[in-house]
C-alpha cells in the first residue's frame, strides 16, 4: 500500500507538471493567438496609411502637372508676344531697306503690312512697290525729256512784217535758247533753271522751281510733279513704320 501511495504521489505530482506545462503552453498559445489576430489590423491600418499616401502623391502631382501646364502656356504666350515686336523691327528694316535701293518690294510690304496696326499708314508704299521708287536720276531724265514743252513757244512774225521784225523775232528765239543762267522769273528763266537742276540730278531744286510757274505753263510736268510728291509720301511712310516698330520694341514689357 505504501508503495502504491509512493507511486501514486510521484504519478500525481508529475501530472501537476504536466498541468503546469500544459497552462503555459496554453497561454503562449492563446497569446500567438491574440498577436495573430491584432497583426491583420495593424497591416491593414498600415495599408489604409500607405494608400492615403500614395492617393495624397498622386493629387499632388496631377496638380504638378496642370501647374507645369498653364506656365508652360504662359511661357509659351510670353514668348511670342516678346518675339512679335521684334518680327515687326525686322519686317519694317527689310521694307525701309529695299525702299531706299529702289528695288521692288512687294513682298516685303506684304510682311510689313501683317504687323501694321493701321494697315493705311502704308498706303502710299503701294504705287512704287512692284516697280521700286523712282531714283533721283531717273526722275531728273524723266523730267529732261519734259522740259521742252515748258519753254515758252517761240513768237512768230504777224503777218505782213518786215524783214526788219522778222529778225528780231529770230533774235529774240535764239537768246532764250542761248540763255542759260536762269536769271529772273519769268518763265524762260524758271525754265532754264528747272533744266539747270535736273542735269544735275537735283530733282528736288528742280521741283521747287517748277512749281514757281503758272497752273497751266506746268501742266506738261503735272504727272512728273504728282510722282516726285509720291515718291516723297512713299519715303516718308517707310521711314515712319521702321520708327514706330523701333518704339514698340523699346517699351518696357508690362
Not at 526788219?164 to 540763255?179: M, T
Not at 518763265?187 to 514757281?212: H, M, P, W, Y
Not at 504727272?223 to 516726285?228: F, H, Q, V
Amino acid at each position: 500500500m505504501a508503495a502504491r501511495i509512493d507511486a501514486l504521489e510521484k504519478s500525481a505530482s508529475s501530472l501537476r507538471s504536466d498541468i503546469a506545462n500544459l497552462r503555459t503552453q496554453s497561454d503562449k498559445t492563446a497569446s500567438s493567438l491574440n498577436d495573430a489576430k491584432s497583426a491583420p489590423s495593424v497591416a491593414a491600418s498600415d495599408l489604409a496609411a500607405l494608400n492615403d499616401r500614395i492617393a495624397q502623391l498622386e493629387r499632388a502631382s496631377r496638380t504638378e502637372r496642370a501647374e507645369l501646364a498653364q506656365q508652360g502656356e504662359k511661357i509659351a504666350d510670353a514668348k511670342s508676344m516678346d518675339d512679335k515686336p521684334l518680327r515687326h523691327v525686322v519686317a519694317a528694316a527689310l521694307l525701309d531697306v529695299a525702299v531706299r535701293h529702289g528695288d521692288p518690294y512687294q513682298s516685303q510690304l506684304a510682311a510689313a503690312r501683317s504687323f501694321a496696326a493701321k494697315p493705311d499708314v502704308l498706303k502710299p508704299l503701294d504705287a512704287f512697290a512692284a516697280s521700286g521708287i523712282p531714283t533721283p536720276v531717273a526722275l531728273s531724265r524723266e523730267l529732261l525729256n519734259i522740259v521742252p514743252k515748258l519753254s515758252p513757244p517761240a513768237e512768230a512774225p504777224t503777218a505782213g512784217a518786215g524783214i526788219v521784225e522778222r529778225l528780231q523775232a529770230g533774235a529774240s528765239k535764239l537768246v532764250r535758247i542761248e540763255r542759260t543762267d536762269g536769271v529772273g522769273n519769268d518763265r524762260g528763266a524758271i525754265v532754264a533753271r528747272v533744266t539747270a537742276a535736273a542735269l544735275r540730278n537735283d530733282f528736288v531744286e528742280a521741283r521747287r522751281e517748277l512749281k514757281t510757274l503758272a497752273e497751266a505753263d506746268r501742266a506738261p510736268a503735272q504727272a512728273w510733279l504728282d510722282k516726285a510728291d509720291a515718291r516723297d509720301a512713299a519715303l516718308a511712310a517707310s521711314r515712319k513704320f521702321a520708327d514706330d516698330a523701333m518704339a514698340d520694341l523699346a517699351k518696357p514689357v508690362q
